[in-house]
């Protein structure tokens, strides 16, 4: 990736090489007039500053004593007006490389890869079309941190429409340099939800190899790839046909069920049903310890052993290892990874 410093420095050069050159051609001719005006009598420095006040219409008095010299005068009517439109000319480019945001651009985007560099534990979006816009909505709804990567321009300026403040990459998801400067090794997960499923499989090899640690989740609409991505590394292969069809189902057969859960993902609270593992090493810690009672959260159960273990007692120990499942708030998540990792 070039450095975007580099990038503004090249885009300035290209546009402001001839007004700058068109500048010091005006400053040499108008130094060696006036002198020459001046019969050789005023210094160098002299002649270097009536040009310059002359372009720059400062108005201040004449260095050099044009009363007498009627070429003198024509001499500084010409110089003035190629000086003063060669202002205007350099001052309609800085304009115009102003608005069209090179600069600001190139220092944003370096703004935001320091950003990214300082993430750790955050997600990756690799697609940012339906799906992936409403992964998205999930991960901020709930205060997780990520990052998004995109290859297509108008689908970043649409998702910066309502997510102006969103760290994202300009690129394809399936370029190993790209994953490394989205953090994957320091990911947490990684979102291969392109609308191409050999896109998402190249997606799910590559943060794989990047990161083994990385919990990976994969789209995947032809059911003749859901084994090459599985066998890749996907922890997880999702199917919007299958999911969608699965709530079209449910929404007939226990509707107050499907209205609650969409009435908690609408919530303003972000309350949601998560999961809390607890740390692998340790002793046996009661359910009263792991999660006393708060308003934030509600115990649902408990995984140990392989086993769920559905509304745990206050009593009951949970191992090393576990796993807590709890209907919360994305504060009360908060406070029971505190407790749980004291």
Same mark, same amino acid.
């Given at each position: ?36 005006? &001046?019969?050789? $009598? ?49 001052? &309609? ?15 944003? +985007? ?40 995109? =290859? ?11 997510? =102006? ?9 399936? @370029? ?29 090899? &590559? ?20 084994? $090459? ?5 996907? @922890? @997880? ?16 057969? +226990? ?12 919530? @303003? ?23 006393? =009672? ?9 995984? +140990? ?6 509304? =745990? ?5 949970? $191992? ?23």
């Amino acid at each position: 990736m070039e450095h975007p410093y580099r990038e503004a420095a090249e885009r300035a050069y290209h546009a402001f090489r001839y007004p700058m050159l068109a500048f010091v051609v005006i400053m040499l001719v108008g130094t060696a007039g006036y002198w020459e005006v &001046s019969a050789g $009598k005023a210094t160098l420095l002299d002649c270097a500053y009536m040009t310059f006040i002359t372009i720059a219409t400062i108005g201040y008095g004449e260095v050099i004593d044009l009363s007498a010299s009627p070429g003198g005068r024509v001499f500084t009517m010409v110089i003035g007006f190629l000086g003063v439109a060669n202002v205007f000319y350099m001052t &309609s480019k800085m304009t115009a490389f102003i608005v069209e945001s090179d600069l600001n651009e190139g220092l944003r +985007r370096h703004r935001m890869q320091r950003e990214i560099e300082t993430l750790a534990g955050h997600y990756i979006v690799c697609g940012i079309g339906r799906v992936g816009t409403n992964v998205l909505r999930e991960l901020v709804a709930t205060g997780r941190e990520c990052v998004v990567i995109e =290859p297509a321009q108008p689908s970043l300026e649409a998702m910066l429409e309502s997510y =102006p403040k969103q760290r994202y990459l300009h690129g394809d998801g399936a @370029d190993d340099e790209l994953l490394r400067a989205a953090g994957v090794q320091r990911a947490a997960g990684v979102f291969a939800v392109t609308g191409d499923d050999s896109k998402n499989l190249v997606i799910t090899l &590559s943060a794989k190899q990047l990161n083994p640690g990385a919990r990976v989740v994969a789209r995947c609409h032809d059911v003749r790839f859901v084994d $090459k991505i599985r066998q890749v590394g996907a @922890d @997880d292969i999702v199917s919007p046909d299958f999911t969608g069809a699965l709530r079209i189902a449910s929404s007939m057969l +226990r509707p107050a069920v499907v209205s609650l859960l969409d009435e908690m993902l609408r919530s @303003d609270q972000g309350l949601r049903v998560e999961e809390i593992g607890l740390p692998p090493t340790g002793k046996e810690r009661k359910i009263a310890e792991l999660a006393p =009672p708060d308003t934030d959260y509600v115990v649902l159960a408990v995984r +140990r052993d392989g086993r769920w273990e559905f509304n =745990p007692g206050a009593e009951l120990r949970a $191992k090393p290892g576990s796993t807590l499942i709890v209907m919360t708030t994305p504060a009360g998540r908060a406070k029971l990874e505190r407790l749980v990792a004291a």
